[in-house]
């Protein structure tokens, strides 16, 4: 299948039917080792499985960012730039 001009794809209707997708559902893409996995959102999940969700994408993420050596604040300058607000004249 293609991704489309706005980055948009067409999940076959098989596969929407499996999981449940209809007009209006929420669904993640999930990056894992082997490339993207497509999830469905239940809407009533638990705090603890939205909990371990999000922290399954944290553990997935870490150690992805190298900010060769520059502390947070650091980072965020160089990313955003000066803050004006914080020069002292």
């Keep these: ?3 489309t001009t706005k980055g948009q794809v067409t999940i076959p209707k098989p596969i929407r039917d499996h999981l449940g997708i209809g007009p209006g559902s929420e669904v ?3 990056a894992t080792d082997e490339g993207v ?3 469905a959102v239940k809407e009533n999940l638990s ?3 939205k ?4 922290q ?3 553990d997935r993420m870490e150690g992805t960012l190298d900010l060769g050596g520059m502390t947070t604040d650091q980072y965020m ?3 955003r730039g ?3 607000d914080l020069n002292v004249d």
Aim: hydrophobic share 50%; glycine share 0%.
């Design 28 to 30: 993640e893409f999930v």
């Design 77 to 79: 300058e160089w990313l």
């Design 82 to 84: 000066p803050r004006e």
């Design 56 to 58: 399954d994408v944290l």
């Design 47 to 49: 705090e603890e499985e």
């Design 1 to 3: 299948m293609r991704v």
């Design 51 to 54: 909990l371990r969700r999000l």
């Design 37 to 39: 996995q497509l999830v």
